[in-house]
Structures are given as C-alpha cells and as structure tokens.
Antibody, heavy 117, light 111 residues
Framework: EVQLVESGGGLVQPGGSLRLSCAAS????????INWVRQAPGKGLEWVSY????????YYEDSVKGRFTISRDNAKNSLYLQMNSLRDEDTAVYYC??????????WGQGTLVTVSS | QSALTQPASVSGSPGQSITISCTGT?????????VSWYQQHPGKAPKLMIY???NRPSGVSNRFSGSKSGNTASLTISGLQAEDEGDYYC???????????FGGGTKLTVL
C-alpha cells in the first residue's frame, strides 16, 4: 500500500524556521517525482515545490524561492522541505504528493504549519 | 489568482448531474491531455478522481467522468449523492514551466 506520511509541522514565530519531512512506503520512492502542495486555512490548493526522482530538477513557487529548500534522500525513502524566514502567509497544511505523468496520484495526510507571534 | 479558472461553487440535488469547468490556455489545458481532477472533503487530503482528461483510477465511481473541448476541461458527476459534496480542483501540465498548475477549486453543494 502506497503511503506518504508528513511530519514536522507546528507553531513558529515569523522569521523562524521549520523542517518538514515526508516518509514514503509501499512503492519505489527513487522512481518518482514528488511535490509539496499547501493549503492555507479556508483557501485552495497551492503548489509549493517539485523535486524529480533523482533530484536533478527542482522548482519552487515564486513566493517561497530563496526561503524554502526541497530535498530528498532516496536511501531513506524520505522527502524534506526546509522552510526559513517564515511569514504569516506561509500558515497552511502542507501535503507531499507523489507525481506520476503529471498527476498527483497519492497524497499524505498533511502537516499543519502555523506562523504566528 | 490561480492559473486555471474554475467556478467558485456549483450545486445540485441528489440524483441530478452537475458539471464543473476548468479553463486554461493552449499552453496547458488546450495543448495537452494531462488534465486531472481531485476531490477534497473537509479536513482530508485531496483524492485523485480523473487523470489524463477522462481516465478514472481504480476504485473511483463511474459516476465521475471527464472531458475537454479547446482550452476548457470539464468534470461531470452524474447521479449526485450526498457524499459527493466537497471541493474539487483541476490541474494541468503547462508547457512553459514543465510543471503542473492548479485551478482555484470549486465547492460542490448537494442540496
């Protein structure tokens, strides 16, 4: 069974940092690209970042460029999102999602990040 | 502002059919058959319902169908049921970014 489990969310002050993790199981992690997608309270889904299966292609949404860093460890079946210089508007549930031919076919349950003083 | 345009809300009565539109450009929806649709219930993760315009993943009811005409894709739900209530999002591959772009989402209310 394919599973994606996010962790690392929590309450952080503006300007602070947080590292999210996504643990994958039930499939060959090293063969798939992964996306981070977030959802602010009461808002729609927003793509945040993409990493290819071999980490050679990495992309970010404009508002997080220079502040967020996506990475993966295929040996550990894990994906990460290092978030620095956090802002109020980064408050959201963050999902990791497996991408297969431009569709996100499996999603984690999400982890809540709250940026507030 | 989202890359793809969806109506904010649609509604229908049990047993009826509804259609949700998703409008893009020739660089995404109109140019490629990589349109997907997701269902999201409150507090839950999105669930893939349709991929590559009109294909259903295993386990998704055949009451859900997808189509495309020009730069607009559509999700049709027939025989509406109370459990279909929720938010629906479309996505599409966009050639100039080589990434997937999202619609703003549509809230479906079953009356």
């Amino acid at each position: 069974e394919v599973q994606l489990v996010e962790s690392g969310g929590g309450l952080v002050q503006p300007g602070g940092s947080l590292r999210l993790s996504c643990a994958a199981s039930g499939f060959t992690f090293s063969s798939y690209s992964i996306n981070w997608v977030r959802q602010a309270p009461g808002k729609g889904l927003e793509w945040v970042s993409y990493i290819s299966s071999d980490s050679t292609r990495i992309y970010y949404e404009d508002s997080v460029k220079g502040r967020f860093t996506i990475s993966r460890d295929n040996a550990k079946n894990s994906l990460y999102l290092q978030m620095n210089s956090l802002r109020d508007e980064d408050t959201a549930v963050y999902y990791c999602a497996r991408e297969y031919y431009y569709r996100n076919d499996y999603w984690g349950q999400g982890t809540l990040v709250t940026v507030s003083s | 502002q989202s890359a793809l345009t969806q109506p904010a809300s649609v509604s229908g009565s049990p047993g009826q059919s509804i259609t949700i539109s998703c409008t893009g450009t020739s660089s995404d929806v109109g140019g490629y058959n990589y349109v997907s649709w997701y269902q999201q219930h409150p507090g839950k993760a999105p669930k893939l319902m349709i991929y590559e315009v009109s294909n259903r993943p295993s386990g998704v009811s055949n009451r859900f169908s997808g189509s495309k005409s020009g730069n607009t894709a559509s999700l049709t739900i027939s025989g509406l049921q109370a459990e279909d209530e929720g938010d629906y999002y479309c996505t599409s591959y966009r050639v100039n970014t080589n990434l997937v772009v999202f619609g703003g989402g549509t809230k479906l209310t079953v009356l």
